[in-house]
């Protein structure tokens, strides 16, 4: 009886753990570059001196889809979409490394340029910094070219590079801030073939009529569940009265 009751709990559990997942992919469905999760399950056995008999089933987000989306033109010059397998260097909330696909650059009164989501990018020296100018263009290459404010001229100037990486061959991981990281710490080199497209948006891989049929899923598949205790809960209930004596 208790293996029932256990085993239906942990399948409880991880589904809780891909309905999480599910809805945090259709709440991004329309957010810049991001990268779906993808939640598998693995079996993790248990073991002790007095107990080594039972794998659970351990379901949790192991990956994330790292395929292309869609490209918008949007016009705008601090909008990238980068191509393939690159990624953007930029610095995490703990001041560590880390990549991201999201190119809809923002830039701060004090000349920072970060993400949408407030990461700062990293160019070649640390964090990239725009001085005040009239114009601005990123190359193909990444190369940051300015028109400097008040020039009369109309030569532009090159004053970094945007960091790109490529993960190809690489272990990386997603973490909750939706940024990729190196697994066991570390920093990816930057790729000096990585090209990107300027004035324009890769938008999120989140298929949404999948992400639906996927909840659904999860939902009949918790009610499963949830009978399966009822039922254990009849069956020792139904016990417990055999073993009751006749009152004499």
Do not use: C
């Not at 239906?8 to 991880?14: I, R």
């Not at 890769?202 to 939902?219: K, P, R, Y």
């Not at 254990?232 to 073993?243: C, R, Y």
């Amino acid at each position: 009886m208790d293996k029932m009751i256990h085993s239906s709990l942990t399948a409880m559990q991880g589904i809780m753990a891909r309905q999480t997942a599910i809805a945090n992919n259709m709440a991004n469905a329309g957010t810049t570059g991001f990268r779906a999760e993808i939640v598998n399950a693995k079996a993790r056995h248990l073991s002790s001196a007095a107990f080594d008999s039972r794998a659970i089933a351990y379901e949790r987000v192991w990956a994330a889809d790292l395929t292309s989306a869609s490209v918008t033109n949007t016009g705008r010059p601090l909008d990238i979409a980068l191509d393939r397998d690159a990624m953007l260097s930029v610095q995490g909330g703990d001041g560590e490394p880390a990549y991201t696909r999201r190119g809809d650059l923002q830039l701060s009164e004090t000349g920072l340029v970060t993400t949408g989501a407030g990461d700062p990018v990293m160019g070649e020296a640390g964090p990239l910094i725009i001085p005040p100018s009239d114009k601005i263009s990123i190359a193909k290459d990444g190369g940051v070219w300015i028109l400097p404010q008040g020039d009369v001229g109309d030569e532009m100037q090159q004053i970094d590079q945007v960091a790109l990486v490529s993960f190809t061959g690489s272990d990386i991981v997603k973490g909750h801030d939706n940024l990729f990281r190196v697994r066991g710490g570390g920093a990816l080199p930057n790729d000096p073939d990585a090209n990107l497209t300027a004035g324009a948006l890769e938008g999120s891989n989140v298929n949404m009529t999948a992400s639906l049929v996927d909840m659904i899923e999860a939902s009949r598949a918790w009610e499963t569940q949830v009978k399966f205790l009822s039922t254990a809960k009849d069956i020792d209930s139904s016990g417990a009265s055999l073993m009751q004596l006749p009152n004499s």
